[in-house]
């Protein structure tokens, strides 16, 4: 559909749900659904409070990398 391509048929499989809208990565606490496993892994550190982003010049840390990409502005 998109064009792209997979070295493997489970890549093409995996990639398939994205085109027909579904969401077949739920969150069990919120019952929030992804598209993409990593966007539930991320997720998923809201509840954890896993903060694997941190910061160089402070030490602050965040769930993801882009707020800590949003964070670094401020120095």
Do not use: D
């Not at 550190?45 to 982003?53: A, D, E, F, K, N």
């Not at 965040?62 to 707020?67: G, L």
Request: charged share 20%.
């Amino acid at each position: 559909e998109c064009g792209k391509r997979f070295w493997t048929s489970s890549e093409l499989i995996s990639h398939q749900p994205i085109h027909r809208g579904e969401k077949p990565f739920c969150c069990p606490e919120w019952w929030k659904s992804f598209k993409c496993s990593f966007n539930l892994v991320t997720h998923r550190c809201i509840h954890t409070g896993v903060r694997p982003c941190k910061c160089p010049e402070c030490g602050k840390s965040f769930s993801q990398s882009s707020v800590l990409t949003k964070h670094q502005q401020i120095h």
